[in-house]
């Protein structure tokens, strides 16, 4: 069993940056990969970025490319999230989700704990 428990987000001008933290407990957490997603106000929630469980692979959302870094550090039991370059259209509430099978994944199924999520809200 994992819980997560997402921090980082808050309100900030287009054009700032945000670093999202994902805390997880439980010791098999190096072993899972971890998965960004948001769910922007009235909308679905959409894959942002992804890490494998050894950091070595990574995946992101066209949208997101070029501007997102996602980073983990197994020894914290955290995954990070740098966000550069931000829009008003990233504003959404930001979730994390651990995947038991260790490698990259886009699909919300394929992950298996969930974080309550974090609000980023950016202002044009």
């Known amino acids: 069993q994992v819980q997560l428990v997402e921090s980082g987000g808050g309100l900030v001008q287009a054009g700032g940056s945000l670093r999202l933290s994902c805390a997880a407990s439980g010791s098999t957490f190096s072993s899972y990969a971890v998965g960004w997603f948001r769910q922007p106000p009235g909308k679905e929630r959409e894959f942002v970025a992804t890490?494998?469980?050894?950091?070595?692979?990574?995946y992101y959302a066209d949208s997101v490319k070029g501007r997102f870094t996602i980073s983990r550090d197994n020894a914290k039991t955290t995954v990070y999230l740098q966000m550069n370059s931000l829009k008003p259209e990233d504003t959404a509430v930001y979730s994390c989700?651990?995947?038991?099978?260790?490698?990259?994944?886009?699909?919300?199924?394929?992950?298996?704990?969930w974080g309550p999520g974090t609000q980023v809200t950016v202002s044009s």
């Open positions: 989700a651990a995947d038991r099978m260790g490698i990259i994944a886009t699909t919300a199924d394929d992950y298996d704990y």
């Open positions: 890490i494998s469980w050894n950091g070595r692979s990574t």
